[in-house]
């Protein structure tokens, strides 16, 4: 295994605030590509 994260898909649930979106920020930048799930849907579909 490389190690790398690139090409990975993770799913974050609550990812639209809070920890969650500091976590996909953190997992977009290094490559992964991000399904967020929350419960408010606006602030989910914020970049």
């Known amino acids: ?3 790398g994260l690139k090409g990975r898909v ?3 649930a609550g990812g ?3 920890i969650g979106r ?6 977009a930048e290094k ?3 991000i ?3 929350d419960i408010n849907h606006e602030e ?3 970049e």
Not at 22 to 27: G, Y
Request: with cysteine; glycine share 20%.
């Open 1 to 3: 295994m490389t190690g």
């Open 10 to 12: 993770a799913v974050v």
């Open 16 to 18: 639209g605030a809070g």
């Open 22 to 27: 500091a976590i996909c920020i953190r997992l």
């Open 31 to 33: 490559g992964v590509r």
């Open 35 to 37: 399904i967020v799930a």
């Open 44 to 46: 989910g579909k914020k």
